[in-house]
């Protein structure tokens, strides 16, 4: 089955600096990668995903890079802000079609502890 | 509109008693996922239905486990003989396309 690995484990930065989270794949048909962002006793948010038909997307400070041939994809947050403080998760999906729909289990990393500090 | 919804936000239980948690997905969303969150770490993936396709059990972690799907609506996620092992967050999502949105989750503690 799939595996996901994730790095750092825990990641620290000043305010207004940038924060890289990378992860890695194992099952080559895994064809979507969201990343949710969870703050403490909160359900994961979905904050930004890529489809492997594409190699970057980017919404306002926050983009995602996707290198099908290295099995890997990264998350990168620039001008961070103390509220961007959380634990983020990637994920991979080989996700079907039926009926006009899209569906398929996501293996998500073991997480990132983003701090930003003011 | 409304989101994904859970019940109960908690449950305290007692290890060998059955369990079951509620999962409301959000209107016209045919797929619908359990997931399971212990203590620090990541999502395990649990289950999922999408449509009228048979479910794939296979993050079930042992037949103490079972799900089903009323009328491709909302879900019950059934733990028969608790274990303290079992205690996390339950997790339930739904999805149309490729996002899985979440619910607030069910804290499970197994005492």
């Known amino acids: 089955g799939e595996n996901v690995e994730q790095h750092p484990s825990t990641l620290s930065v000043q305010e207004g600096d940038s924060a890289v989270i990378k992860c890695t794949y194992s099952?080559?048909?895994?064809?979507?990668f969201p990343w949710y962002k969870q703050e403490l006793g909160k359900r994961p948010q979905l904050i930004i995903d890529i489809r492997s038909n594409v190699g970057e997307k980017k919404d306002q400070r926050i983009a995602v890079t996707l290198n099908k041939t290295a099995k890997h994809f990264s998350l990168h947050i620039t001008e961070t802000q103390p509220e961007d403080s959380a634990v983020y998760f990637c994920a991979a999906s080989r996700t079907g079609n039926a009926g006009g729909t899209s569906y398929g289990k996501l293996t998500f990393g073991q997480g990132t502890i983003l701090t930003v500090h003011p | 509109g409304a989101g994904v919804s859970q019940s109960p936000s908690n449950k305290v239980t007692e290890k060998g008693k059955d369990v079951e948690l509620r999962c409301d997905p959000i209107?016209?969303?045919?797929?619908l996922y359990w997931y399971r969150q212990s203590l620090g770490q990541g999502l395990e993936f649990l289950i999922y239905f999408q449509g009228n396709s048979a479910p794939d059990k296979s993050g079930l972690p042992s037949d103490r486990f079972s799900a089903e799907r009323t009328g491709g609506s909302v879900s019950t996620l059934t733990i028969q003989r608790t274990q303290q092992e079992d205690s996390a967050v339950y997790l339930c999502?739904?999805?149309?396309?490729?996002?899985?949105?979440f619910g607030p989750g069910t804290r499970l503690t197994v005492t």
């Open positions: 099952d080559s048909a895994s064809n979507y």
């Open positions: 209107s016209g969303h045919t797929a």
């Open positions: 999502a739904s999805s149309f396309r490729y996002e899985q949105y």
